[in-house]
Structure formats: C-alpha cells, structure tokens
C-alpha cells in the first residue's frame, strides 16, 4: 500500500512592485476565511481570553485525581513503588492487617511504611470530594486553614504532635458544613459540569440540526408534521418529569444525560430550519438539483457549511443552559453530585 502524504498547495501572491510572487500554502493550513474569523475573534480581547481561561480550567480539571486526592501519587514501600492514584491496593501490601482497601491517613498504615523506610508523596490538596476531615481545628464548616490562629489551632496541633498550624494539612477555602474540602469540591464540580454540558451539547447539536435540516430543506408536509410533534413535545414539563423519574430511579451521569437530551435539541431546530429554508432557494442548490446531485449530498455539502455560522452561535446558549439547568437539579437534590459514579445517598 502507498501512501501518499499531503502535497502543498501552490498560490500566487503579488508583491509591492507588482511581480508575481508563487506562494506555498500547506493543504491542512486554514483557509483565509477561517483566518480571517480567528482574527476577528481575538480582537474581541473579553471573548479571547475568556476562551483561554476556561480552556486552562477545563485542562486542570480534567486531571482532578492528581491534584485533589486522599490517596498518594506514589508510595515507595520495602524497596517497591506503587501508585494508590491509578491502583487500590489493600492495607496488608503495606503490612496491615485487613484487607480491605488501604486507608493512606490513617497514621497507623502511615507508620508501616516509614518503617521499611518508606515515603508518601501527596497530590497538591490532600482531600477527594467525598473525604471528610475528622481533625478540624474548628466546628464544620470551618474557616480556611490560613485564617485560624494558633490558639484555635493548639489542640489539634498538639494531637497530631506537630509545630504550628502552618504544619496542618491546609482547607484552602475552608470546608462545608460535612467537613469536605470546599476546594476539592469545587474542582470536581467544575469538571462533572462541563463535561456533562459538553457532552449534552454535542449530542443536541447533532439531533438539532439534522431534525431542522430535514425541516428546512423538503420542507411541505414533512416540515408540517415536525413542526406540530415539536409543538407537543416541547409542551411537557421536563421538571416534573424529571422529579418523578428521580423517586424511582437513582439518577446517574447517562441517565439525568438522557433524560435531559429528550428536550434539549428542540432549541437549535428552529435557527437551523430557517437557515435551510432561505438557502435551499439559493442558485448553487438549484444548479446541483438539476445536474443530478443528490439531496443527501447537497445537503451535507452545499447547504450545511452555509447554516454552520448562526448555529455555532447557538451552542454557546445551549452549553451554559445545559450547566445551570444541572445545578438547578442538583440545588434541589435532583441532580449529579460533584464527582463521576457518584450517588445522590452520599450527600445525604
């Protein structure tokens, strides 16, 4: 088999004392129309660096476990190195006696290991979303670690057998009213967030415009009929639905998706439909008509690229509605909790 990499494509450019000038422009390079739209969109400085701050924070989150976790990166143990984030060993691979998933802040399976001269290295916060710290200075939900003084401090300074309440494992935010870190938690609920927007948007997007451009383009009875089944369902209260499935269901990530993608495409159907209904009277989709093309063609490749601009400006609206409508359910008890496989029990 031959493989034939990409050629370079060969354009021509006129110089300031006009001679022709041959250009090299690479087959995968953007066009000048999409050049043309990046530049636009940096100089909205707002929207640019926006983009890039959550683009670092959906980065970050995304790599949650190591940054935000009860259990080790690595454990050098008896001359052997494990890694508790990625694997669970049991408490007897570190000279317990259970054997039962190892707990990394009991002191006591802490002692094992320093005495095979051992070491523990933490990720940046020592807490997971659901860990609970039993040895906080003050009453949950207590103050970030840096704002208490050493005399509210003392007691638990002088339990752990440390120095100061700098020596403490920091609650950088403080925690909630169960002890958990609220930092720990904030990171995992930004992840669980966007990643469910992500994906909700996405999959409405992909049922949107194919029901609107199905609409838009044979329009007649079959754009009648779409309309008149959007107009019913889009009449069902997705809230009561959603209680009600909830007291008999145990809501989970593919489910609350589910559910929630039964009404979510109904929003982009409408900007997509009418973008199909004006070009499908365009001179280029009459020329294609008559030379044979066929509908499935002309539409992926002729009239979509052109309906692509008001429905990207769309998606936006659907991501952010996705998010705030999951903390809603969530505020009412009805949602995900902030951490995947995760159920609603644990928060109780």
């Known amino acids: 088999m031959t493989i034939i990499a990409p050629q370079p494509v060969e354009t021509t450019t006129q110089s300031p004392l006009g001679e022709v000038v041959p250009a090299t422009r690479h087959a995968f390079a953007p066009s000048p129309l ?3 739209r990046w530049q636009n969109f940096k100089a909205n400085r707002r929207g640019y660096w926006s983009f890039w701050i959550f683009l670092v924070l959906f980065t970050v989150s995304l790599f949650a476990n ?8 690595l454990v050098k143990y008896d001359g052997r190195l494990y890694w508790p984030v990625i694997f669970n060993y049991s408490e007897t691979t570190f000279g317990g006696d259970f054997e039962t998933t190892a707990d990394y802040r009991d002191p ?13 290295v933490w990720p940046l916060i020592r807490y ?42 920091y609650n950088w935010l403080g925690t909630d009213d169960q002890s ?25 997007s992909i049922i949107g415009i194919a029901a609107g451009g199905v609409q838009g383009y044979f329009g007649g009875w079959i754009d009648l009929g779409f309309q008149r089944f959007i107009e019913i369902w889009s009449g069902l209260p997705v809230l009561y639905l959603l209680i009600i499935m ?14 929630m993608l039964l009404f979510s495409w109904m929003g982009l159907v ?19 008509r008559a030379l044979g093309v066929a509908d499935r063609v002309i539409i992926l490749r002729h009239v979509l690229p052109n309906a692509t601009v008001a429905t990207i400006t769309f998606l936006p609206f659907i991501l952010n509605g996705s998010i705030t409508t999951l903390t809603s359910l969530d505020f009412l008890g009805f949602g995900l909790p902030p951490g995947t496989g995760v159920n609603r029990k644990s928060r109780l």
């Open 108 to 120: 006591y399976l802490q002692k094992q290991i320093a005495e095979k001269g051992g070491a523990i």
């Open 270 to 288: 409408d900007v997509v439909r009418a973008e199909f209904l004006r070009a499908r009277n365009f001179d280029y989709v009459r020329a294609a």
């Open 128 to 169: 997971s979303y659901d860990t609970h710290n039993l040895d906080l200075p003050t009453p949950a939900p207590s103050k970030p670690t840096w704002m208490l003084t050493e005399e509210q401090c003392k007691e638990v300074v002088k339990k752990k057998g440390l120095n100061s309440c700098r020596d403490l494992e």
């Open 66 to 73: 190591f940054i935000a976790n009860d259990k080790p990166l």
């Open 34 to 36: 999409n050049r043309r």
């Open 246 to 259: 909830a007291s008999f269901i145990e809501p989970n990530f593919w489910w609350l998706l589910g559910l």
């Open 180 to 204: 958990r870190d609220v930092v720990a938690r904030l990171i995992y609920g930004f992840r669980i967030s966007v990643l469910f927007g992500l994906t909700l948007t996405i999959l409405s």
